[in-house]
């Protein structure tokens, strides 16, 4: 039985009041929707009652909603939505333009860099991924966490950043052009980064 269809049918079973396919549902996606919101800066507690308000609403809900295309897409961007408008009444987030934004790729679960030092790279190259991918943009940065580390596709990257599909697949490019051309000095680096994450 495939993923999807798998995922499917615990959508309907939580739809029609099952409490072990809720349940399933919470476990499945808890730690990503986490690791999600610590990269706005947001604290855990914040993260955390998010989360419980999000899946409890789910729950109150649950008959009137639709089955979307994709739980984990449509998930992220309910909670994103959530979370950015608790850090706005909070004052710690206000909508600015792309340079300001404040997704970072913050250390809370194994990245990139972390992939490339278990494969026995050098602390000074490990420095340097860091580096490079520092420098991009937030929005750059949030694209390649939710392409790579949540393995959306450019369609669900869309629904959940409320950007084009031009828009997304611009900025993928960009930021793996700029990653290379950083990292072009020492090949292997690059080329176990790219391989890492793609």
């Not at 490019?173 to 700029?178: E, K, M, Y």
Request: charged share 20%.
């Amino acid at each position: 039985m495939n993923k999807t269809l798998v995922n499917d049918v615990v959508w309907d079973a939580f739809q029609q009041g099952s409490e072990p396919a809720f349940r399933a549902l919470y476990v499945a996606h808890y730690t990503l929707l986490v690791n999600y919101g610590r990269r706005f800066g947001a604290d855990d507690a914040l993260i955390e009652d998010t989360v419980h308000d999000l899946f409890l609403e789910l729950w109150h809900y649950r008959r009137t909603l639709t089955r979307p295309q994709s739980i984990q897409s449509y998930l992220i961007k309910a909670f994103r939505n959530r979370l950015l408008t608790q850090l706005a009444q909070q004052n710690r987030y206000q909508s600015r333009d792309e340079s300001d934004d404040s997704f970072g790729l913050l250390p809370t679960e194994p990245s990139a860099e972390e992939r490339l030092i278990e494969a026995g790279l050098h602390q000074e190259q490990q420095q340097r991924v860091q580096k490079a991918m520092a420098l991009l943009s937030p929005r750059q940065q949030e694209i390649l966490y939710l392409r790579y580390f949540s393995e959306l596709n450019y369609e669900q990257i869309c629904a959940v950043m409320g950007i084009t599909y031009h828009t997304a697949r611009t900025q993928m490019h960009q930021a793996l052009t700029a990653l290379r051309k950083r990292l072009q000095e020492n090949w292997s680096v690059s080329i176990l980064l790219m391989l890492t994450v793609q």
